[in-house]
T-cell receptor
């Protein structure tokens, strides 16, 4: 069965410093992986997705993630945090049974300090 | 263009009452999903529609929960005899080409 584990429930960084949000996945076959962001009182927004093409995936707002099969990881990074990046981030795997239903991690809350 | 919309945005109800939540997907999206997000947690899958049929209802937590979809568009999620543990944000998503687009959700509070 597919699952994702987000290793940190909270991450705090200073504005202008790098961001690293960690995610490990479990899948019996080649997964489709996503990162979604949820700002307070707003809907979920897709940041980026991996679907077995390039292992380094670039998303919106300067975020990127690297698919590492040997480590079963899909960590999200950004070189320089901005105040507007403060939000909840979810690592997500798609169940490859034809339904494409999504399995969400428990989320990482990113705080950005000035 | 219009995204996924949900109504109501907020619903407060008393324990034991029935509630109905509505989702309007993006026009032309044949796949529709319902998820539940409890406070401070990730989303839990509830049910998946392909067109008007629901081939995967595996996430519905009990027989008090049901959903239907008509005309490959609007879907309603019904919760009968609501309990306090049903309090959550209920999110709907519709899908095209391996990407799900989420609505803003309905926040349900059961007193």
């Amino acid at each position: 069965a597919q699952s994702v584990t987000q290793l940190d429930s909270h991450v705090s960084v200073s504005e202008g410093t790098p961001v690293l949000l960690r995610c490990n996945y479990s899948s019996s076959y080649s997964p489709s992986l996503f990162w979604y962001v949820q700002h307070p009182n707003k809907g979920l927004q897709l940041l980026l997705k991996y679907t077995s093409a390039a292992t380094l995936v670039k998303g919106i707002n300067g975020f990127e993630a690297e698919f590492k099969k040997s480590e079963t990881s899909f960590h999200l990074t950004k070189p320089s945090a901005h105040m507007s990046d403060a939000a909840e981030y979810f690592c997500v795997v798609s169940v490859g049974d034809g339904t494409d239903k999504l399995i969400f991690g428990t989320g990482t809350r990113l705080q950005v300090f000035p | 263009g219009a995204g996924v919309s949900q109504s109501p945005s907020n619903k407060v109800t008393e324990k034991g009452k029935d509630v109905e939540l509505r989702c309007d997907p993006i026009s032309g999206h044949t796949a529709l999903y319902w998820y539940r997000q409890r406070l401070g947690q990730g989303l839990e899958f509830l049910i998946y529609f392909q067109g008007n049929s629901a081939p995967d209802k595996s996430g519905l937590p009990s027989d008090r929960f049901s959903a239907e979809r008509t005309g490959e568009s609007v879907s309603t999620l019904t919760i009968q005899r609501t309990q306090q543990e049903d309090s959550a944000v209920y999110l709907c998503a519709s899908s095209s080409v391996n990407e799900q687009f989420f609505g803003p959700g309905t926040r349900l509070t059961v007193l």
